[in-house]
């Protein structure tokens, strides 16, 4: 059973405007979440993580929200760009585990 | 960029016949993990290692072997290849205490 679950296998927005990617979880020991994007025929990157003491973590363009009552996170990117079109994974670990767990992912698509 | 390289980075393969993939890594990072890429299933952990001669179960482990004999060498043995692991197969590194994951640009395995 899926810990980590990306209920959206697309998305697509304009160019400019706001793209949120959500993610769920269901165990409750995750203490650690990370985003990563890919791009065809590349490894995933690292683009954001958060920590579970923490509700909100900002890079740049790129915000990260944590509701832990909810098991629920939310990667933002504002605005968006047409370089943004990639497929944007969410990963959920216990810190001292080293192990992640990883959604199934959401493809997204900037339109110009 | 992390250093992280994988081979072969395509292969076809009949149904029966043994396929090793490597992960090589300049980091010296302790901790490499072998995921399979699926569509729908996104990043599954197959097997990691936390050190030399350390290794450890993922979450779709059967029908696969690893071996780490050297900290910047991971490799992935599938004993008798089936279709069932047409995928691609992804390297990942970490440095414990930071989390993020490091990933290879990936080999996509052909079982016929």
């Known amino acids: 059973d899926q810990q980590v679950k990306q209920n959206s296998p697309s998305l697509s927005v304009q160019e400019g405007r706001i793209s949120i990617l959500n993610c769920d979880y269901t165990n409750s020991m995750f203490d650690y979440f990370l985003w990563y994007k890919k791009y065809p025929a590349e490894g995933p990157t690292f683009l954001i993580s958060?920590?579970?003491?923490?509700d909100k973590n900002e890079d740049g363009r790129f915000t990260v929200f944590l509701n832990k009552s909810a098991k629920h996170l939310s990667l933002h990117i504002v605005p968006s760009q047409p370089g943004d079109s990639a497929v944007y994974f969410c990963a959920a670990s216990v810190r001292d585990f080293n192990k992640f767990y990883f959604g199934s992912g959401t493809k997204l698509n900037v339109k110009p | 960029d992390a250093g992280i390289t994988q081979s072969p980075r395509h292969k076809v393969t009949e149904t029966g016949t043994p396929v090793t993939l490597r992960c090589h890594q300049t980091e010296n990072h302790r901790y490499m993990y072998w995921y399979r890429q699926d569509p729908g299933h996104g990043l599954r952990l197959i097997h990691y290692?936390?050190?030399?001669?350390?290794?450890d179960k993922g979450e779709v482990s059967d029908g696969y072997s690893v071996s780490r004999s050297k900290t910047e060498d991971f490799l992935l043995t599938l004993e008798s290849a089936t279709s069932s692991q047409t995928s691609v197969y992804f390297c990942?590194?970490?440095?414990?205490?930071?989390?993020?994951?490091?990933f290879g640009p990936g080999t996509r395995l052909t079982v016929l």
């Open positions: 290692s936390y050190g030399v001669k350390d290794t």
């Open positions: 990942a590194i970490s440095d414990k205490g930071r989390n993020e994951q490091f």
């Open positions: 958060i920590s579970s003491i923490k």
